[in-house]
Antibody, heavy 121, light 106 residues
Framework: EVQLVESGGGLEKPGRSLRLSCTAS????????LSWVRQAPGKGLEWVGF??????????EYAASVKGRFSISRDDFKSIVYLEMNGLKTEDTAVYYC?????????????WGQGTLVTVS | AIRMTQSPSSLSASTGDRVNITCRAS??????LAWYQKKPGEAPKVLIY???TLQNGVPSRFSGSESGTDFTLSISCLQSEDFATYYC?????????FGGGTKVEI
C-alpha cells in the first residue's frame, strides 16, 4: 500500500525557517517524482513545487510564489522528500501535502499524504 | 501561468441527481487535465486524468469530457459520499495550476 506521511509542521514566526519531511512507503521511491501542494485556510489547492527522480537528474520546479525561498530535496535511501521553507511569510500558512507524481510522467498526483499544518504568525 | 476557472463555485444537489462541474482553461492544454475530490480533513483523491480517463477504483458514475478549452466533470447519480469539493488541475505547462474548486453540498 502506497503511503505518504508528512511531518515537521508547526507554528513559526515570519522570516524564520521550517523543514517539512515526507516519508514514503509501499512503492519504489527512487523511480518517482514527488511534489508538494498546499491549501491555505478556506482557500483552494496551490502547487508548490516538485522534484524529479534521479533518472531525470532530480531537477526541480517551483511556483513563483515560493521560488527563491523554498527548496525541495530528496533522500532515496530513506525514501524521504523534504521541503525547506526559508523567509516564511504569513501567507505561507497552509496545510502542506506531499504527493506522488503519476508514473506515466504526466504531472498529476495519484497519491497524497494527509498533510501537515504550517502556521506563520 | 495558465488560469483554470471553475464553475460554479458551489452547488446544492440531492442524492440521485446528475451534477456537472466545468473548468475552463485560459489557453489550450490539450487533454492534460485531472480532477480531484477533496473532503474536509482528508487528502485529495484523483478521480480522472487525461480529461476523461477514470483512475483505478473510482466509481463509473464519475466521468470527464472536454470541448476545446472547456472541461466537464459529471457525476451521474450523486451518492452521499460524493458531497465534497472538486478541483481541476492542468499539467500541460508549469506552473501547474488548479481551479478554484466547486463545493457540492446537500
Amino acid at each position: 500500500e502506497v503511503q505518504l506521511v508528512e511531518s515537521g509542521g508547526g507554528l513559526e514566526k515570519p522570516g524564520r525557517s521550517l523543514r517539512l519531511s515526507c516519508t514514503a512507503s509501499g512503492f519504489s521511491f527512487g523511480d518517482y517524482s514527488l511534489s508538494w501542494v498546499r491549501q491555505a485556510p478556506g482557500k483552494g489547492l496551490e502547487w508548490v513545487g516538485f522534484i524529479r527522480s534521479k533518472a531525470y537528474r532530480e531537477t526541480v520546479e517551483y511556483a513563483a510564489s515560493v521560488k527563491g525561498r523554498f527548496s525541495i530535496s530528496r533522500d532515496d535511501f530513506k525514501s524521504i522528500v523534504y521541503l525547506e521553507m526559508n523567509g516564511l511569510k504569513t501567507e505561507d500558512t497552509a496545510v502542506y501535502y506531499c504527493n506522488r507524481v503519476n508514473s506515466s510522467g504526466w504531472y498529476f498526483f495519484d497519491y497524497w499524504g494527509q498533510g501537515t499544518l504550517v502556521t506563520v504568525s | 501561468a495558465i488560469r483554470m476557472t471553475q464553475s460554479p463555485s458551489s452547488l446544492s444537489a440531492s442524492t440521485g441527481d446528475r451534477v456537472n462541474i466545468t473548468c475552463r482553461a485560459s489557453q489550450r492544454i490539450s487533454s492534460y487535465l485531472a480532477w480531484y475530490q477533496k473532503k474536509p480533513g482528508e487528502a485529495p483523491k484523483v478521480l480522472i486524468y487525461g480529461a476523461s480517463t477514470l483512475q483505478n477504483g473510482v466509481p463509473s458514475r464519475f466521468s470527464g469530457s472536454e470541448s476545446g478549452t472547456d472541461f466537464t466533470l459529471s457525476i451521474s447519480c450523486l451518492q452521499s459520499e460524493d458531497f465534497a469539493t472538486y478541483y481541476c488541475q492542468q499539467y500541460y505547462s508549469y506552473p501547474l495550476t488548479f481551479g478554484g474548486g466547486t463545493k457540492v453540498e446537500i
